[in-house]
Every structure is written in C-alpha cells, then in structure tokens.
C-alpha cells in the first residue's frame, strides 16, 4: 500500500520499500494505469541500484518491460527485458533464464519476428524442464542424506540395543 511504502521510505528499509513499490506498480498495472506503474518501478530500479538485489532487480525490469508492451512501447520493452534477460544469466539460474526467454518471446511476436519467439519460446521451455530436474534433482539428494541419516541412526541403536544386551549379561 502507499502508506507502507511511505513508512518503508520514513525508517529507512530500501528493500521493503522497493518491495512495496513492486506491488503497488502491480496493481496499477492491473487497473491500466501503466504509466503510475512505471514511475513506481523507476523508483524501485534507482534503489535497486543504490542497493543491489540482483534478483529484484530482475523482477522489476520485466514488469516494467511488460508495462511498456502494454502501452505499445515495444522499444523499450525489449530494452529492459534484454536488462533482465542479461541479469539472468549472471544468476545462471534456470527458472530466471526461462521467465527472461518468455518475456522476449512475448516482444518478438508484438514486433512480428516469429521465428525468433518460437526460438526463444523453446529456451524457455528447455529451461523450464531444466528448473524442474533441478528441484527433482535437489529433492532426491534430499531424500537421500535424509535415508541416510536414518540409516545410521538405527545402526547406532541397534549398536545401542546389543551393548546394553551385553551389560545385561555381564551383569547376570
């Protein structure tokens, strides 16, 4: 809300207040009212800017980039979405790279260039399937060390069980 955002800014908390930005843009965005939105997002890219946050960074350039779409500024929708576009692969982080790939796919077709949104579509596909296998892949080691933690913890109780057998028998 703007009165969060206003307190954000009083006590001094940029990232909260970039955050509160974000979401305001988002619903003006929502009630058309795109050019408030991106003065909102120029706000949260200057603190961004000042304060680096590569990921909400990224964030904000693509609703900005859709913002501009929206009102018909293919220009500088793709200039942004290239911003973002290039953060993502500093992130090399597949779920970003497959957002960036779609926003461009989504320029490329508003400017005409098929070809290039069906490339830039499957990239984002790819990295997708890609995202996924990754959590797949991250929950299975998970699962894992979990399976193994648990492995040793009842070979330390049957260890545990037979020791107290034995003291048991010395004991007799």
Same mark, same amino acid.
């Given at each position: 809300?703007?009165?969060? #955002?206003? !307190?954000?800014?009083?006590?001094?908390?940029?990232?909260? #207040?970039?955050?509160?930005?974000?979401?305001?843009? %988002?619903?003006? /965005?929502?009630?058309?009212?795109?050019?408030?939105?991106?003065?909102?997002?120029?706000?949260a890219?200057?603190? =961004?800017?000042?304060?680096?946050?590569?990921i909400?960074?990224?964030? #904000?350039?693509?609703?900005?980039?859709? %913002?501009?779409?929206?009102?018909?500024?293919?220009?500088?929708?793709?200039a942004?979405?290239?911003?973002?576009?290039?953060?993502?692969?500093?992130l090399?982080?597949? $779920?970003?790279?497959?957002?960036?790939?779609?926003?461009?796919?989504?320029?490329?077709?508003?400017?005409?260039?098929?070809?290039? /949104? =069906?490339?830039?579509?499957?990239? /984002?596909?790819e990295?997708?399937?890609?995202?996924?296998?990754?959590?797949?892949?991250?929950? !299975?080691?998970?699962?894992?060390?979990?399976?193994?933690?648990?492995s040793?913890?009842?070979? $330390?109780?049957?260890? #545990?069980?037979?020791?107290?057998?034995? /003291?048991?028998?010395?004991?007799?």
């Open positions: 809300s703007v009165e969060a #955002t206003a !307190m954000n800014r009083a006590v001094g908390a940029p990232f909260a #207040t970039s955050f509160g930005l974000f979401g305001l843009a %988002d619903v003006l /965005a929502k009630e058309g009212r795109f050019k408030e939105a991106i003065q909102g997002l120029d706000e890219l200057g603190i =961004y800017g000042r304060y680096p946050n590569r909400g960074q990224w964030f #904000t350039l693509n609703a900005r980039s859709a %913002d501009y779409q929206s009102q018909g500024d293919v220009a500088k929708a793709n942004d979405a290239e911003r973002a576009y290039a953060v993502a692969k500093d090399g982080i597949a $779920i970003y790279l497959s957002g960036s790939a779609t926003r461009l796919a989504s320029i490329a077709a508003a400017k005409g260039d098929y070809h290039r /949104a =069906y490339a830039l579509s499957r990239e /984002a596909s990295m997708t399937e890609k995202a996924a296998r990754e959590r797949s892949g991250e929950r !299975m080691v998970q699962l894992m060390r979990r399976n193994e933690s648990q040793a913890q009842r070979q $330390i109780d049957e260890l #545990t069980r037979r020791r107290e057998q034995q /003291a048991a028998q010395l004991l007799q």
